[in-house]
C-alpha cells in the first residue's frame, strides 16, 4: 500500500511527517535534519535546487532565488505590489491575474515553486520508506497544513501546489488545529486551548475546546502577513545604514546574519550583526509593534468564542518565532498562564499533519478534529453591499443558500459575485470569484427562482451550485477563481513539471558523458605526447593505428559541444576501443620497467 | 445545554467526511451532506438569536420580509430612528463640507452608543422570554418574541448604517 504523509508547507521550512507504530515522527535527512528550507532556485544551465543548497544559492545568484513563496499564495499581482521590491526575485504577472515569480528565463506560478518544496518532500520521506525496506514506498497521498487565517484562494493555490507535485490531497487543515492534534496525543484531557502560532510569514490564534477526542474549534482569527519575516525586515532596516554593498547576494548575507540574530537574542542579552552590536531590549522595542499586532487577533477570537482569558485552561505555542521571549512574556501575560512548549515549535504542525493523515487512511475514530471557517463568505448585493451568506467561525463542512430572481423580462443570465471577508462594503473584501450563472428559462421578470447554493467542504475550500426552483433545472457552475489556476492549467504544470523532470534527466546524462568523452580524450593525448610513447611508436604503434587513433580523437572533439548524448557516447567508445591496443602495450613497458627496476625513461 | 453539545459531538463522529475517506463516492457525498446539515443546524440552535429565528418559522410566526418590519417599528425606536437620521444627514453635510474627519467620526461614534445599549437591553429580554417559550410552550410568549426580533433587526440595520458611514469616511 503506498503511503501518506503529513506535510507542513511553511514560509520559511518545511517538513513531512507520518506515523509510525501508532507514533508520529519526523522524516529527518542523513545529518538528522527534518527541515527543508522553503527554497527554490533555478541555476543558469537550468536546474532547479530545493531547500539547504537553494538557500545556500541566496548567498551567490539570489536573483534566480526564490523564498518565502508561501506569502503570494493565492494572490494577485496587485496584491504584492509593495511587498514586492523587498525581494531579490522577479515578482511578474499580468494585471489581473496569478503573481508570477520569474527565476533566470522562466516564471512559475507561486503554486509551482510550492510544488518543487512538496516534491522534495516527497521524495525525502520515499527515500526514507525505501531505506526502511517498505515493499510499496510511493508517496501519493499527504495531509498538508496552512495557516487557519488562509481564505480560500490560498487553500486552493496549496492544493493545486500538492497536485503538481504529484500528491493527492487528503485534506487542507489548519496549522494551529494540526499542532493541538499533536498535543492532545499523550494527553487524554479536556478543556479549552488557546493555540497562538507565530511562523516566517503567518500568524493564527485559534481556540479549541477539547471534550471526548474531540477538538472542535470554537473560533480563530490572525493575520496572514505577520511573522519572523516582518522582524527580519525590520532588523535590516536598522543595520542597513552601515552596508556599503547592496547587491543582492550581500543583502541576502545581512538577511541570514539578521536571522542568526534573533536565535542569538533569545540566548543571550546582547549580539552583534554585521559588526553592529545589539542588546535584547533593543531588539524588543524594535519588535514591540510587531508582537502587540498578535494581540488583537487573540481578543477577537477570545470575543467570537464567547470567552474571557481566565477561562482557557492551557496556551500552546507553535512557529519559530514564539521561541523569542517577548512574545512568550506577551502571550503569558494575555492569558494570565505559562504557555506550553514541550513540543519543537518548529515541528508540532507537521506531527499534527500526520495524526489527521493516519485518521483518514485507517478511519480510527478516537480523535475528531472540528474545523471553522475563518472568513464569512458572502455575495454582492446592490449597491455594492456584501450580503453574508456563512459566517466566520462556522464550524465547517457548512452550507449555505441564497435566491436569486431576474431584473429584467426574459434575462437568462444573473451575475454573481463571491466575497470573503468581514466588511461591509464588495472593495473592501476579498474577491473570491465572479461568473455569470446562465441557463435561466425566458420568464417575465422576478419570476425565476435561482437557488445558489454554497458548500464549504472539510478543507475549507468552496464549491458552488445552482438550481432554477421554478423549472427544476440544475447549473453546475463554471467558477474561474479570481486569482488562481484552472483545472486544465493545474493539469497542464503538472505535466510540465514531469517534463522539466526528465529534461533535467537529459541534461544531467548530457554533463556525465561530455565528462566522461573529456576523460578518455585528455587521456589519449596525454598518451600521444609522453615520451614512452615516442619509444614504442616506431616499434609496437603502426603507422595506420596512430591514424586511426588521431582521426577518432580529432571527430569526438568534433562531437562534445553537440548536445546529442549519443553520438557523443558512440565516439567516445570509438575512441576507447581505438586506444585499446596502445594502452595494453603503454601498460606492458610500465609494467616491465618497474620489474627491471628502472625508470621509464631509461629503457 | 451540555446534552446538546454531546450530542452534537457523537453525531458528528457518525458523519463527519474524516471517517469515510475509503467509501463509496454516494456514501462520501451523504457524509459531506449529513455532517453540514448537523452543523448549520448547531449553529442555528446555539446562537440564541438565530435559534429564535428558526423557531418562529417552525410556528409560521416568521417576520414577512422588510415591508412588515417597516411598518411595524414601535414608537419608541420610531424616536430614535428619525434622531439617528438626522444625526446621518449632518455629519454627510459636514463631510461634503470637508470638515475634518476627526470631528464627524467622533458625532458616528457617539451617535452609536445609545443604539448599542438598546441593543443588549433587547438581547436580555430575547433570552429571558426563549427561557419562558422553552418551560410554558405559551403562544402568547411567541408572539412577544416575534416583535422583539423585528425591533432587533431594526436596530441592527440601524447599526449597519453607522458602519456604511464610518466605512465610507475611511476611504
Known amino acids: 500500500m503506498s503511503k501518506v504523509v503529513g506535510i507542513d508547507l511553511g514560509t520559511t521550512n518545511s517538513l513531512v511527517a507520518y506515523i509510525k507504530d501508532g507514533v508520529p515522527i519526523v522524516i529527518r535527512d542523513q545529518n538528522g535534519d527534518g527541515l527543508v528550507p522553503s527554497v527554490v532556485s533555478v541555476s543558469q544551465d537550468n536546474t532547479i535546487h530545493v531547500g539547504r543548497e537553494a538557500q545556500r544559492r541566496l548567498l551567490t545568484d539570489a536573483a534566480r532565488t526564490a523564498y518565502s513563496v508561501k506569502r503570494f499564495m493565492g494572490k494577485g499581482r496587485e496584491d504584492v505590489r509593495h511587498e514586492a521590491e523587498h525581494f531579490p526575485f522577479r515578482v511578474a504577472g499580468d494585471s489581473g491575474e496569478v503573481v508570477r515569480i520569474g527565476l533566470g528565463d522562466r516564471e512559475f506560478t507561486p503554486p509551482e515553486i510550492s510544488a518543487f518544496i512538496l516534491r522534495e518532500l516527497k521524495h525525502r520521506a520515499e527515500a526514507h520508506f525505501a531505506e526502511l525496506g517498505e515493499v510499496d514506498n510511493e508517496v501519493d497521498r499527504a495531509v498538508i497544513t496552512v495557516p487557519a487565517y488562509f481564505n480560500d484562494a490560498q487553500r486552493t493555490a496549496t492544493r493545486d501546489a500538492g497536485r503538481i507535485a504529484g500528491l493527492e490531497v487528503l485534506r487542507i487543515i489548519n496549522e494551529p488545529t494540526a ?85 542569538d537574542l533569545s540566548e543571550r542579552d546582547e549580539t552583534t550583526i554585521n559588526g553592529q552590536r545589539i542588546t535584547r531590549a533593543e531588539f524588543e522595542a524594535l519588535i514591540a509593534p510587531i508582537v502587540e499586532r498578535t494581540i488583537g487577533p487573540c481578543r477577537q477570537a477570545l470575543a467570537d468564542a464567547g470567552l474571557e482569558p481566565s477561562q482557557i485552561d492551557e496556551v500552546v505555542l507553535v512557529g519559530g518565532s514564539t521561541r523569542i521571549p517577548l512574545v512568550r512574556r506577551k502571550v503569558e501575560e494575555l492569558f494570565g498562564r505559562r504557555p506550553h512548549s514541550e513540543l519543537n515549535p518548529d515541528e508540532v504542525v507537521a506531527l499534527g499533519a500526520a495524526v489527521q493523515a493516519d485518521i483518514l487512511v485507517t478511519g480510527n475514530r478516537e ?136 529534461a533535467d534527466f537529459a541534461a544531467r546524462q548530457l554533463i556525465e558523458a561530455r565528462n566522461e568523452a573529456e576523460s578518455v580524450i585528455q587521456a589519449t593525448e596525454k598518451s600521444l605526447r609522453s615520451p614512452e610513447f615516442a619509444s614504442i611508436e616506431t616499434t609496437e604503434i603502426s603507422a595506420d593505428e596512430r591514424k586511426k587513433i588521431e582521426s577518432v580523437l580529432a571527430g569526438l572533439k568534433m562531437v562534445l559541444k553537440s548536445t546529442d548524448r549519443e553520438t557523443i557516447q558512440k565516439w567516445t567508445h570509438a575512441l576507447n576501443d581505438a586506444t585499446q591496443h596502445l594502452a595494453e602495450v603503454m601498460m606492458n613497458r610500465s609494467v616491465s620497467a618497474a620489474l627491471a627496476g628502472k625508470n621509464v625513461d631509461d629503457v | ?96 463640507s470637508g470638515a475634518p474627519a476627526e470631528i464627524w467620526k467622533g458625532r458616528l461614534e457617539r451617535a452609536r452608543q445609545p443604539i448599542e445599549a438598546k441593543r443588549a437591553e433587547h438581547e436580555a429580554q430575547l433570552r429571558e422570554l426563549s427561557a419562558r417559550w422553552d418551560a410554558t410552550g405559551d403562544r402568547k410568549v411567541l408572539e412577544a418574541l416575534r416583535d422583539r426580533i423585528i425591533e432587533r433587526n431594526y436596530i441592527i440595520n440601524l447599526l449597519a448604517g453607522i458602519e456604511r458611514e464610518l466605512a465610507a469616511s475611511l476611504s
Open chain 1, 179 to 263: 499542532a493541538s492534534l499533536a498535543y492532545g496525543l499523550d494527553k487524554k484531557h479536556s478543556g479549552v486551548i488557546a493555540v497562538y502560532d507565530l511562523g516566517g510569514g503567518t500568524f493564527d490564534i485559534s481556540i479549541l475546546r477539547v471534550e471526548d477526542g474531540v477538538f472542535q474549534v470554537l473560533s480563530t482569527n490572525g493575520d496572514t502577513h505577520l511573522g519572523g519575516d516582518d522582524i527580519d525586515v525590520l532588523l535590516m532596516d536598522r543595520v542597513m545604514g552601515g552596508q556599503a554593498d547592496r547587491t543582492p547576494e550581500a543583502v541576502q548575507e545581512l538577511r541570514q546574519a539578521v536571522i542568526q540574530s534573533k536565535l
Open chain 1, 367 to 502: 480523535m475528531l478534529l472540528l474545523d471553522v471557517t475563518p472568513l464569512s463568505l458572502g455575495i454582492e448585493t446592490m449597491g455594492g453591499v456584501v450580503s453574508k451568506i456563512i459566517l466566520r467561525n462556522s464550524t465547517i463542512p457548512a452550507t449555505g443558500s441564497e435566491m436569486f430572481t431576474t431584473a429584467v423580462d426574459n434575462q437568462t443570465a444573473v451575475d454573481i459575485h463571491v466575497l470573503q471577508g468581514e466588511r461591509e462594503l464588495v472593495a473592501d473584501n476579498r474577491s473570491l470569484y465572479r461568473f455569470k450563472l446562465r441557463g435561466i428559462p425566458p420568464m417575465p421578470a422576478g419570476l425565476p427562482r435561482v437557488q445558489v447554493q454554497f458548500q464549504i467542504d472539510a478543507s475549507g475550500i468552496l464549491s458552488v451550485t445552482a438550481r432554477e426552483l421554478r423549472t427544476e433545472i440544475e447549473q453546475t457552475i463554471e467558477v474561474k477563481p479570481s486569482y488562481g489556476l484552472t483545472d486544465e492549467e493545474v493539469e497542464r504544470m503538472l505535466l510540465e513539471s514531469f517534463e522539466h523532470a526528465e
Open chain 2, 1 to 96: 445545554m451540555a446534552d446538546f453539545e454531546q450530542r452534537y459531538r457523537a453525531l458528528s463522529r457518525q458523519f463527519h467526511p474524516d471517517y469515510f475517506y475509503n467509501a463509496a463516492p454516494a456514501e462520501r457525498r451523504a457524509s459531506l451532506e449529513k455532517s453540514s446539515y448537523l452543523n448549520d443546524a448547531y449553529r442555528t440552535l446555539r446562537n440564541p438569536i438565530s435559534r429564535v429565528d428558526y423557531l418562529l418559522k417552525l410556528e409560521g410566526l416568521a417576520p414577512q420580509g422588510p415591508e412588515q418590519a417597516s411598518k411595524q417599528v414601535p414608537a419608541g425606536l420610531l424616536e430614535e430612528v428619525f434622531a439617528l437620521n438626522e444625526e446621518l444627514d449632518e455629519v454627510r453635510e459636514q463631510r461634503s
